[in-house]
């Protein structure tokens, strides 16, 4: 099947992030499916852009393993300073995209399929498909625009009416939508989306990767040659450094943690960071210590010689209906994990008993689901196996592509 995937936040690679899409492309190129890309040229939490797209408005690139070629568009540098330079992130998207897409992809192609967010992505998946004469899949990754409304990140009445009917728009258009969460299932029903025209492949567990990385690896030499205290009680959190993560609650915790030997690391990119380091150094904490993105292959090495995995978003309404996609990384290298996300997320960890909630923003309760585990390390390595044995049999990114291209498959035998 010839496949043209649109995703603006595809990593490059060896890039730290969410790799869900590089890893789900790659399974299908192996399989012997025609997988291309559009994608945009900065990445989603630095918004840095590479030297070698300087100058350029489109850049094609191959991936070797499995041949997948990437073409790549202009994304404005904006993208990270505002959130008006923000939006115009995603429409220069848009417009390179649409450009990339009609003069850089003229293959014949089965299927599109976009993810989002960003939700505007959908304009070029839906033109596209228009001039391709080839129907599209909407993936929803995240509840937008009402996670950007929550967080306060949008607050302009004109761009989320504008939002909001375009977001009925492209629901209406697309001939089958995928959402990661069955709250999300639940949120577009409420929207008058076809229950029948909705699946779900969820965020998943990379076993193949987790199996080369542990096999052989040395927990207490990593911390040594990475300089973390062998004797200390790590917690690591493993992904964006944003408004919606609101990580500043981390460092709430660990001041209230000095006289123990925990220590946090904090992994990652995004627009809060420097803040963050900046907080950190005026309350003088030794015990929190920060890592730039690394590939996943090295965030499963710290992962691995940690005691506790950690996710964190912000209390807000629109964020219980999310699985945060590390809480799977943190699952497949069997580490317990302490959920600092209500609903569905909440729901998972109790219902694998792979780790215990506290509530978001809660110092107090987070502070004492630390020390707990603190006086109860016997509990650490029940809880990562429950949660590895969990994602084994609910989660595995093998078995979640496949799957997925099944849907995929009888899609375009329906629309054939």
């Given at each position: 099947?010839?496949?043209?995937?649109?995703?603006q936040?595809?990593?490059?690679?060896n890039?730290g992030?969410?790799?869900?899409?590089n890893?789900?492309?790659?399974?299908?190129a192996?399989?012997?499916?025609?997988?291309t890309?559009?994608?945009?040229?900065?990445?989603?939490?630095?918004?840095?852009?590479?030297?070698?797209?300087n100058?350029?408005?489109?850049?094609?690139?191959?991936?070797?393993?499995?041949?997948i070629?990437?073409?790549?568009?202009?994304?404005?540098?904006s993208?990270?300073?505002?959130?008006i330079?923000?939006?115009?992130?995603?429409?220069?998207?848009v417009?390179?995209?649409?450009?990339?897409?009609i003069?850089f992809?003229?293959?014949?192609?089965?299927?599109?399929?976009?993810?989002s967010?960003?939700?505007?992505v959908?304009?070029?998946?839906?033109v596209?498909?228009?001039?391709?004469?080839?129907?599209?899949?909407f993936?929803?990754?995240?509840?937008?625009?009402?996670?950007?409304?929550d967080?306060?990140?949008?607050?302009?009445?004109?761009?989320?009416?504008m939002?909001?009917?375009?977001?009925?728009?492209?629901?209406?258009?697309?001939?089958?939508m995928n959402?990661?969460?069955p709250?999300?299932?639940?949120?577009?029903?409420?929207k008058?989306?076809p229950?029948?025209?909705?699946?779900?492949?969820?965020?998943a567990?990379?076993?193949?990767?987790?199996?080369?990385?542990?096999?052989?690896?040395?927990?207490?030499?990593?911390?040594i040659d990475?300089?973390?205290?062998?004797?200390?009680?790590?917690?690591?959190?493993?992904g964006?450094h944003?408004?919606?993560?609101?990580?500043?609650?981390?460092i709430?915790?660990?001041?209230?943690?000095v006289d123990?030997?925990?220590?946090?690391?904090l992994?990652?990119?995004?627009?809060?960071?420097?803040?963050?380091k900046?907080?950190?150094?005026k309350?003088n904490?030794?015990n929190?210590?920060?890592?730039?993105?690394v590939?996943?292959?090295?965030?499963?090495?710290?992962?691995?010689?940690?005691?506790?995995?950690?996710s964190?978003?912000?209390?807000?309404?629109?964020?219980?209906?999310?699985f945060?996609?590390?809480?799977?990384?943190?699952?497949a290298?069997?580490?317990?994990?302490?959920?600092?996300?209500?609903?569905?997320?909440?729901?998972?960890?109790?219902?694998?008993?792979?780790?215990?909630?506290?509530?978001?923003?809660?110092?107090?309760?987070?502070?004492?689901?630390?020390?707990?585990?603190?006086?109860?390390?016997?509990?650490?390595?029940?809880?990562?196996?429950?949660?590895?044995?969990?994602?084994?049999?609910?989660?595995?990114?093998?078995v979640?592509?496949n799957?997925?291209l099944?849907?995929?498959?009888?899609?375009v035998?329906?629309?054939?």
């Amino acid at each position: 099947m010839r496949i043209l995937l649109i995703h603006q936040y595809f990593l490059e690679q060896n890039d730290g992030g969410g790799s869900r899409w590089n890893e789900m492309a790659r399974m299908w190129a192996l399989d012997g499916h025609e997988v291309t890309i559009l994608a945009g040229m900065v990445h989603y939490t630095t918004g840095v852009k590479s030297e070698r797209y300087n100058g350029k408005y489109v850049f094609v690139d191959r991936y070797p393993e499995g041949n997948i070629r990437v073409i790549r568009s202009h994304v404005s540098e904006s993208y990270n300073t505002s959130f008006i330079g923000r939006l115009w992130g995603y429409f220069s998207f848009v417009f390179s995209s649409l450009y990339a897409g009609i003069f850089f992809a003229r293959e014949k192609f089965d299927i599109i399929i976009v993810t989002s967010p960003p939700l505007f992505v959908g304009i070029t998946a839906y033109v596209l498909s228009k001039l391709k004469r080839v129907p599209f899949v909407f993936e929803v990754r995240d509840l937008w625009p009402e996670s950007a409304i929550d967080t306060g990140v949008v607050k302009s009445k004109v761009v989320i009416k504008m939002a909001y009917w375009f977001e009925s728009f492209i629901y209406k258009k697309a001939v089958l939508m995928n959402v990661l969460t069955p709250a999300f299932r639940e949120a577009l029903i409420k929207k008058a989306v076809p229950d029948k025209k909705i699946i779900l492949i969820p965020n998943a567990a990379d076993f193949e990767l987790v199996n080369k990385v542990s096999k052989d690896f040395d927990p207490i030499a990593f911390r040594i040659d990475h300089s973390i205290s062998k004797d200390a009680f790590v917690i690591t959190y493993v992904g964006a450094h944003g408004v919606a993560n609101h990580l500043v609650q981390l460092i709430d915790v660990a001041e209230r943690l000095v006289d123990t030997n925990v220590q946090f690391l904090l992994i990652g990119e995004g627009m809060e960071k420097n803040m963050l380091k900046e907080e950190v150094d005026k309350r003088n904490l030794q015990n929190i210590k920060f890592i730039d993105a690394v590939p996943k292959k090295e965030v499963f090495k710290y992962i691995l010689a940690s005691d506790l995995g950690v996710s964190a978003l912000k209390k807000v309404e629109t964020f219980k209906t999310v699985f945060s996609n590390k809480t799977f990384d943190y699952m497949a290298c069997k580490k317990p994990i302490l959920m600092l996300i209500d609903g569905v997320s909440r729901e998972l960890v109790e219902k694998s008993n792979c780790g215990m909630y506290a509530e978001p923003e809660n110092i107090n309760e987070i502070v004492s689901k630390v020390k707990f585990y603190l006086e109860n390390k016997y509990i650490l390595n029940k809880q990562g196996l429950n949660g590895y044995l969990y994602a084994k049999d609910n989660f595995d990114r093998s078995v979640l592509s496949n799957k997925y291209l099944s849907e995929l498959i009888k899609m375009v035998e329906l629309n054939g």
